[in-house]
Every structure is written in C-alpha cells, then in structure tokens.
C-alpha cells in the first residue's frame, strides 16, 4: 500500500519531468533563440536571478488568488442552498447563472477595473467572479442527489433539522462542492493574472506585461512557470482537502 | 400477551387510487409477525404509515411507532458513515452520549458477524452483510420494535437463505417484538410466528396463519412440516385471488 502510493507522488513528478525534457528538446533541436523561446535551463535561471523582485509580485497574486477563492466559496454555497430551498428559486437564480458565464472575461474585467480601480480588490473580484460558477452548480447538484429515502430514515430515527445538516445535507453535498473547487482552483490564478495584466502596479501579470514589452521573453517564461506551479500547488491543496474530507469517496477511487 | 401495536380499520388512498382498504391487525409484545403480500400491494406504505412517514385517510394505528428499530429494503446506510457509524446513528440522534454508543454497538458486533469491519464503508461491504450493519442499527435503537421491510429481497438465494436462518437464530435470543413485510413465502415460515396475508390493490387482510414450528424445523426447508406451512399460506393467497 506504501509502495504504491509512494509509486503515485512520484508520477507526478515524471510526468512534469517528462514534458521539461520535450520541452528541452525542441528547443536543443531546432537551436530558436532565447527571445524567441527559452529553454528550460534559461528560463529557470531567469526565476532565480529576479526571484527577489518576481517573489514580490507572486505573493500580490496569492493574496488576490486566495482571497477571490474564498470569496467565491461562500458565494458559490449561498446561491447553491437559495437554489436548493424552492423549484421557484432555482427557475429564478439558474438562468442568470448561466448567463453570467456567457460573459467574455476579456470584456467584463476591464469594466470591474473601471468599478472598482487598479488596487487588490478589482483582482479579487475578477478571481471570484471565474471561480463562483463551477462552485455554485457544482454545490447544486450536491444537494440534488441528496436521497430522499435516507431524508425518510432520518425522519423515523426523530432526527431534528440540525441532525438533516449534520449526518445528511453536508456530507452528502461535500463531493460535489470540492469537485467544483478543485475545477475553481485552476481557474483561480488565471483570473488574478489576468485582471493584473490589464492594469495594476503588482503581480504576476503586472511582471508579464513588463517582462514583455522589455523583451525579456525568459523571464515572461518564468513567470508563466509560476503561474502554472501556484495553479497546481492550490490544485492539490484542494485535492488533498477533500481526500481528508471524503474518506469514504476516497477510498471508492481505489477499489 | 398484550398487544404491542394495533392498527384499526387503516384506509389509505392516493388520489383515486386505494392502496390500503381497512387494514386491521395487532403485534403481540415478543412476537414476530409477518405481512405477506404480493409485490406493489401497498406493503410498503403500509409500513411508512407505521413508521410516522406517511399519513392516512381513516382508522387508527396505537402503539410505540415513534420507538421503532427501522430496516429498509435496501439497508440505506449513509454512505459517508462507517459501519459503527451508521449503528450508532439512532443513539447519537436521541442524545447518547459517544462512550455508551460505542459500547453498545461494540458488544454486539460479533453477534452480527460485522466484527472486524467496524470502520469499513458501506459500498466496501457485501450486500449480505450491509443488510447485517441495517439490522444492527435498527437493534442497537433499542426499538420496543422492529420494523423490516422485505430484508433480504435484494440478495440471492443462497445469501437470503443463510440470512434468514441467521436472524431466526438471533430472534429467539433478543426475544424482540418483530414485524416484517415480504412477497416471499419461505421467509415468513422461517422468520414469523405468525403471518398475516395480505390481497393485492387495495390491500386488506385475507387471512392469518400462525406457525408453530421449532427453530430446527424453521431451518430445513425441505422437511414436509416446513412444506405444509407453505402449502396454507399459498392456498390462503390464491382464495383471495379468486374472491
């Protein structure tokens, strides 16, 4: 059992290594010049040369990053129960819902810029606005698939409304709203990033757009691979959060 | 003996539709009793009612139905809980405290053949023994009765048969008042001490049998005594059919 787990952490890194080694090769091949597309050694040099200087701007995005994702949990789970609580509610939350997401991000991030100026909080929003769609519909169906026969067995047990949270509606809707995180996790980061590339003075996005226009396609490289390593370091916090939280689905997977 | 449960002139329709049409029958304290009726009669509701799920139109049901040990057709434990979990439910839901909950379910694992799996999850079980784990917990409720509902329609044959000569085991040492529904003959002779037959749509009482044979008997399905409780309660069925 050990050796097997031990054996699926350190796929993880073969793949990673697998695509940096094609990545490598592509361009010890085709010999394209560093401003062109960096190798990996270079772009990796490039992180730590300027890690002082990026290592600011990346805290500015965990920051909005996690705070837009916190946002957009309880946001996510409040729309899901309005939804949950009449056929009336959900006909009136769910098409508006769903509209939303028809919203070009391109078009409606400058805007929330505008709204609310280029400080943290414009960031923030941008990240809870990405994230609160796939949480919302995802906590949703949680609380759909709740068995109605197992609501019946808790009421011939003489279990009270408190009793219905604690052994029926949370544990069964849990799966669904940590899907919908673990989905929101990688969207989260994309969003910050994207609402500091339109306007700001820090974060990632605001080093990209600098790197960019100075020509400096290395470090644009670096600051690419940060991006893609706090995705999957939230990707996994999320992932890890559930395994603990959903044993019983957990150990479903391994069967 | 008195009667523990009685249901009066119980009516009960959906719509147009009359499921139930003056249902009446009494469960003795320590008895087993079993409801024996065709598949969709209404055997089902017949039991919500019991249970305070579902009301009725007319008649009257007394007894201690708010204390009753519960086993649904398909167990319907909580996925998310363990087997000690999902026994223990009842007690936690009426306030007991964790260290005599535990003890409780602890002590009669064995019994139930659940020992070992205490922290296994249901789909981790097989069908047989999550059958086992929702009779555990309708026991450890310490229910003044207990209410099954067909308990091992879902299994095969083999399983069902072991089952069943398991549970008759087990009833005669809980000496718990019992009653249980089922389409399925050979369990109301193995497990009943008495059978109640039920018609179809609507369904209202053709007729009652008692069975008065010793557990050894219960257990040889092949024995002509075994065979000649089937045989009455088969030909109580079909003069209903013809009325």
């Known amino acids: ?255 | 003996m008195r009667p523990l449960l009685e249901v009066d002139r119980l009516s009960k329709s959906y719509g147009d539709l009359p499921v139930l049409r003056d249902v009446a029958f009494h469960v003795d304290e320590g008895e087993s009793l079993a409801i024996l009726g065709p598949s969709g009669c209404g055997k089902s509701t017949l039991l919500r009612i019991l249970l305070g799920l579902e009301g009725y139109d007319a008649g009257e049901v007394r007894g201690p139905v708010d204390r009753a040990g519960y086993l649904p057709q398909d167990a319907l434990l909580f996925p998310w809980k363990t087997v000690v979990q999902n026994a223990e439910l009842p007690l936690q839901i009426r306030g007991v405290d964790r260290k005599r909950r535990r003890e409780e379910v602890a002590s009669r694992l064995p019994s139930f053949g659940l020992a070992g799996f205490e922290d296994a999850y249901p789909h981790e079980l097989s069908g047989g023994m999550r059958q086992r784990a929702g009779l555990l917990r309708a026991v450890v409720s310490g229910a003044a009765v207990l209410v099954l509902d067909e308990p091992f329609g879902a299994l095969d044959t083999l399983t069902r048969h072991r089952l069943q000569d398991w549970l008759s085991g087990l009833m005669s040492e809980l000496h718990r008042t019992m009653l249980f529904v089922t389409h399925d003959l050979e369990e109301a002779v193995v497990l009943a001490d008495r059978v109640l037959v039920l018609s179809g749509r609507p369904a209202g009482v053709i007729g009652e049998r008692g069975i008065s044979l010793s557990r050894e008997e219960r257990s040889d399905r092949l024995s002509p005594l075994f065979y000649r409780e089937k045989d009455g309660l088969l030909s109580m069925i079909r003069k209903g059919d013809e009325r």
């Open chain 1, 1 to 255: 059992m050990k050796g097997k787990n031990g054996w699926k952490g350190y796929r993880w890194f073969v793949s990673l290594g697998l695509i940096a080694l094609l990545w490598y090769g592509v361009t010890a091949i085709f010999r394209v010049p560093t401003y062109l597309f960096p190798s990996p050694a270079v772009t990796v040099r490039a992180i730590v040369s300027d890690a002082g200087f990026l290592g600011r701007h990346v805290a500015i995005t965990i920051v909005e990053t996690l705070a837009g994702f916190g946002m957009a949990v309880f946001a996510g789970v409040t729309v899901a129960i309005l939804m949950n609580a009449s056929r009336l509610s959900r006909d009136l939350i769910y098409p508006p819902l769903v509209l939303s997401q028809a919203i070009p991000l391109i078009a409606i991030a400058p805007l929330i810029l505008i709204w609310f100026g280029l400080g943290i909080l414009a960031k923030v929003l941008i990240v809870a606005f990405v994230c609160f769609f796939p949480i919302a519909v995802n906590a949703y169906e949680g609380f759909r698939s709740v068995d109605p026969a197992l609501r019946d067995l808790l009421e011939a047990f003489g279990a009270g409304r408190a009793d219905r949270y604690r052994h029926l509606y949370v544990p069964a809707t849990l799966p669904g709203i940590l899907a919908g995180l673990k989905i929101a996790a990688t969207y989260s980061v994309l969003g910050a990033v994207v609402g500091e590339w339109l306007g700001g003075s820090l974060g990632i996005g605001v080093y990209m757009t600098r790197a960019l226009q100075s020509f400096r396609t290395d470090r644009l490289f670096g600051a690419i691979l940060v991006v893609m390593l706090l995705s999957l370091c939230l990707f996994k916090l999320v992932d890890g959060a559930s395994r603990r939280l959903t044993p019983w689905m957990e150990r479903r997977d391994h069967d």
